[in-house]
């Protein structure tokens, strides 16, 4: 079974690179599409601080959901 990547998340990671940032899918959802499953959720590593992802998604909702460990989530 191949496991597609939804339209929202290369949208997330297109403009994150759009807006000169690397970003990478990283942890369960790997994990996931590596045995066949469909992920849940879908994180994102990038090199874009979380001041920057806010600033990047201007347009859309960006909560910070860790801000000790600078992890946002885009809604």
Request: hydrophobic fraction near 40%.
């Amino acid at each position: 079974m191949i496991i597609g990547i939804p339209s929202f998340v290369e949208n997330i990671l297109q403009r994150l690179s759009d807006n000169g940032y690397e970003a990478y899918l990283v942890g369960g959802c790997i994990r996931d599409i590596l045995m066949g499953k469909s992920p849940k959720d879908w994180d994102i590593t990038t090199s874009a601080m979380p001041d920057e992802v806010f600033k990047a998604f201007y347009d859309k909702s960006v909560v910070a959901t860790g801000e000790r460990y600078g992890t946002v989530t885009v809604i």
